[in-house]
């Protein structure tokens, strides 16, 4: 497992590095630049700032020099369009923010819709499971978008319980919406999919096994059952944990929560390459990591798997 | 009086299409300490009987009637009570050992759990008598598989820790489900001799539900003849065996092919010879963990096989799962590429030939799979699926005249051509074997492989298939390879008979010799292990063992399983030798 771990960190490089070298190229593709706008500048000015930048390069260079600043000094270079803030200061303001509410919205969405699908699946065809059943195609047919104001509209305007946006260093008012905003699509799904799984493998030979064994019920669900259970939700996970921390822009406008989210789909707007490849090479390290730890969570639930 | 005594038992299950009676109003007794065979073919009701009386029906099922256990009502009691005797006084067995054990759980604690449930033992105490069950049930090294998984061990040691696990509170009664069908016929022998002696040794009354009638005439005492949800027949297996009252009864038990039978026919001796096999060999690179990046080596699947096939003859190979009969057949057809040798067809080196040709050469070589259903296309109607070698090979064949052609052939093979629109989902496993078998004759080819084509399906419709493929290869003389793990239905059909064991050829001799004068031991083993459906001869023969576990197909020296002595000498890449010993019997050497 120690061999796998540090094979699998070694090809995480050239997987970064493709995704980096890729990413520049394409922002380049695209019209424009960080420096264009509605009333041209002066071509003197223009061509001062991108010397300064260091944009008259050719793209070759630009590349090396990114790459072996990273390198060298873990420099991602400065914002074209903040002046007096480089990369590294802008992920150091927005993730943690990002990470906060993204990881809770993740606790949340697992916990309870693993809970949901998990009663679903031991009380087949009851209420329980009608209900679950109806929460969750509720939960995974709202979109986050849509959920943000319904949320603001009820706990704010309406009831007055709330406040409506801020971050305010995260107190819990304050993080309410935005995780519940997030979590619930994800919720959703995570609990259609763990009732389904889990009625699989009820019906399952060895489940037969350990009933004609004498075990009580509760005893073969949480020893018997939930780990095979767990395979294709586990599966799932992974994607959502990446997501709930790159989709997140829509909280950070509708709740000014003044995370990543936002500083990332406003990069690409305003072609500020510096933040968009440094928040990029962020989100893919991480799906690395997170796919790395899916992989060594399913030798832990299946011993068949050995690595 | 009886130990379990059920009266009126009636099953149903509510489906989508209504309900379905599995079970109707049957009633029977286990007495203390006997064997009771209960058999039927799929679909009759006999496994229902019993998960109705220990409250394991699916969710969809309802049991009425009385179950008493010493007198007690059991039937439908709430899951609590019921918990109390599963795994206590009554113990039960399955099918399918691979899938009746929690993957995820190490034998020790899956023992464990029944001794905590019902003795309230733990820890040490438990573990010690996990183990002395594991030796009792006569387990390998039984130490250390109390901290292995269960895909650690193979199948016939799967079954072996499935009883042990039954064992554990001595209960009065096993309930044992089909316990060999899934296993090899030498691990068979092995498990059933197991079962009969803890039955004598506990006193304990054993229930054996089987398809199988040379099962039940090696174990039981009384049988029950079960048949859409009834019993059509019961008594003394001896009774049962010599004298059988009822129809269904008398065609189950001539519908078992036996091997002590001979089907022998007269073959032309100067027949030519179609397929010749040199020194077929099939390695496949298995990786292996290890270092940074691991490493591969060969299964040698099939290593160094030869044989020659004559026009219209049925050479038969056996041999237990994974010993590479299939991997041989495949490669004789390139649907898997060999590794080396040469597959000489009708003159022409088939490994030899580019894409195209050897395309054209497939008119003559067809194969049948084991499962008639997942061989199928499911979309496509069963004419169609019979008709497309004809689109293949005989594009100048119009509609109508492929039309008439199928049809013709589904008459053959004795579908109506009524069916000819049908799907397979339609038709019975029965009929899609039909399909199949009409599908790969369609052409007259000059080879058929029969990969396992009878082995998914009942006694009644193995029977059936085995004289439709008689028939059909008397009226077109087609040479058949008829690849199976029983030997009793090899005997059956086949002309000559090749045992492979490890990927290599041990025996080769004409059908009728070969079982009855094996020079093998391998093959001696094999013969002895095969149940004959009759008590009293079955319970007459000696059994030939084999000790140790079979060797594995990755280890280089696995062919020398019976040569120790060169093993010994350190000849470890000695290549056993295939002798003619009397003209036309064929032997590996062995010490």
């Known amino acids: 497992m120690f061999a796998y771990t540090i094979k699998r960190l070694l090809i995480a490089v050239p997987t970064i590095l493709m995704l980096v070298v890729a990413c520049f190229f394409l922002m380049h593709a695209a019209p424009g630049g960080p420096f264009t706008s509605e009333r041209p500048l002066p071509p003197a000015v223009l ?50 923010i990002s990470l906060t509410y993204g990881f809770l919205s993740f606790l949340v969405a697992t916990i309870v819709g693993l809970s949901l699908g998990i009663a679903a699946a031991i009380r087949h065809n009851t209420w329980i499971d009608y209900l679950a059943v109806g929460l969750g195609i509720a939960a995974q047919a709202l979109p986050n978008f849509v959920m943000g104001p319904i949320l603001i509209l009820v706990f704010t305007l309406w009831l007055g319980w709330l406040p409506g946006g801020g971050w305010n260093g995260g107190q819990w008012p304050y993080l309410i919406m935005p995780v519940i905003a997030l979590s619930t699509s994800y919720m959703g799904s995570i609990a259609r999919l763990t009732r389904s799984s889990m009625l699989e493998v009820l019906n399952s030979n060895f489940i037969r096994t350990a009933r004609a064994k004498g075990l009580s019920d509760r005893s073969i669900i949480w020893r018997h059952a939930l780990k095979p259970t767990l395979m294709p939700v586990v599966t799932y996970l992974g994607p959502v944990f990446v997501y709930v921390l790159t989709g997140s822009v829509f909280v950070d406008i509708y709740f000014s929560t003044g995370g990543l989210g936002q500083a990332y789909v406003g990069s690409a707007l305003s072609r500020d390459y510096a933040i968009l490849l440094g928040v990029t090479i962020l989100y893919g390290a991480l799906t690395v990591a997170v796919s790395l730890i899916i992989d060594l969570a399913y030798a832990w639930l299946d011993p068949k798997i050995r690595y | 009086m009886s130990l379990l ?72 009691l709430p899951a609590k009570q019921l918990n109390l005797i599963r795994g206590d006084d009554i113990g039960m067995i399955f099918q399918d050992p691979l899938t009746a054990l929690t993957p995820h759980l190490k034998i020790g604690q899956q023992m464990a759990e029944v001794l905590n449930v019902h003795r309230h033992m733990t820890g040490a105490q438990a573990q010690a008598l996990c183990l002395n069950w594991l030796e009792r049930v006569r387990i390998p090294d039984a130490k250390s598989r109390l901290t292995q998984y269960p895909h650690e061990l193979s199948g016939g040691m799967r079954q072996r820790v499935m009883i042990a696990m039954a064992m554990l509170c001595e209960p009065k009664l096993l309930i044992a489900d ?72 008398k065609r189950l038990l001539d519908a078992m092919p036996r091997i002590d039978t001979d089907s022998s026919r007269v073959l032309d001796a100067n027949a030519n010879v179609i397929l010749d096999a040199i020194d077929v060999k099939v390695h496949f690179p298995i990786n292996i963990s290890g270092g940074l990046f691991g490493r591969k080596i060969p299964l040698r699947a099939v290593d160094g096989v030869s044989f020659k096939l004559h026009e ?73 699926s019979i008709a497309e070698p004809l689109r293949t090979f005989r594009s100048d064949m119009s509609n109508r005249e492929r039309r008439d052609a199928v049809k013709d052939m589904m008459q053959h093979v004795g579908l109506e051509p009524t069916m000819i629109n049908r799907y397979p989902h339609e038709l019975s496993g029965g009929q899609n074997q039909r399909v199949g078998i009409a599908r790969a004759m369609i052409n007259r080819p000059k080879l058929i492989i029969c990969d396992e084509a009878v082995s998914a399906l009942d006694v009644s419709i193995q029977a059936q298939i085995i004289a439709l493929l008689k028939e059909l290869q008397a009226e077109f003389g087609t040479a058949l390879l008829f690849i199976s793990h029983d030997l009793s239905v090899v005997r059956e059909i086949s002309d000559r008979i090749m045992v492979v064991y490890l990927g290599r050829v041990v025996e080769l001799a004409e059908a009728g010799e070969l079982c009855t004068s094996p020079k093998h031991p391998y093959t001696q083993a094999l013969i002895s292990a095969v149940p004959i459906p009759d008590p009293i001869v079955e319970r007459s023969r000696k059994r030939i063992k084999l000790t140790g576990d079979l060797a594995s197909p990755l280890d280089p020296t696995a062919a020398l399983r019976f040569l120790p002595s060169k093993l010994a000498a350190g000849e470890l890449d000695y290549n056993p030798k295939l002798l003619e010993t009397t003209p036309g019997h064929f032997v590996a050497e062995h010490d």
Not at chain 1, 72 to 86: A, E, V
Not at chain 2, 349 to 361: C, F, P
């Open chain 2, 312 to 384: 219209g003859e049925t050479l038969g190979i056996v041999g237990e799962s994974g010993c590479g009969k299939s991997t041989l057949a495949r490669s004789v057809l390139r649907l898997i590429e060999p590794t080396d040798g040469v597959v000489s067809w009708l003159g022409t080196d088939l490994t030899a030939l580019d894409k195209r040709t050897m395309i054209q050469a497939r008119k003559d070589l067809q194969i049948v799979f084991q499962d008639p259903f997942a061989s199928l296309d499911p979309r496509m109607t069963i004419a169609d």
């Open chain 1, 47 to 96: 061509a001062n700032i991108e010397a300064r930048y260091g944009l008259d390069q050719p793209l070759w260079k630009q590349l090396w020099d990114y790459l072996t600043n990273i390198v060298l000094y873990f420099d991602f270079g400065p914002s074209f369009k903040f002046k007096d803030r480089d990369v590294n200061d802008v992920i150091a303001q927005g993730f943690p």
């Open chain 2, 5 to 76: 005594s059920v009266k009126h038992l009636s099953v149903t299950f509510d489906t989508p299409d209504g309900d379905v009676n599995a079970v109707e109003s049957i009633s029977f007794d286990v007495l203390p300490g006997e064997c009771l065979g209960i058999v039927g073919e799929s679909g009759s009701g006999k496994s229902q009987t019993f998960m109705a009386a220990m409250g394991l029906l699916t969710g969809n099922g309802h049991a009425s009637g009385s179950v008493q256990l010493n007198g007690r009502e059991i039937l439908n």
């Open chain 2, 178 to 249: 089909e316990p060999t069908t899934a296993l090899d016929v030498t691990v068979q022998a092995d498990v059933l001799d197991l079962i009969a002696a803890l039955q004598q040794e506990q006193n304990m009354a054993v229930v054996l539900i089987t398809h199988d009638m040379g099962v039940v005439a090696r174990m039981c005492d009384r049988v029950q003849v079960m048949r859409n949800g009834a019993f059509v027949e019961s008594g003394l297996v001896e009774d049962i065996f010599a004298n059988p009252g009822h129809d269904y009864t």
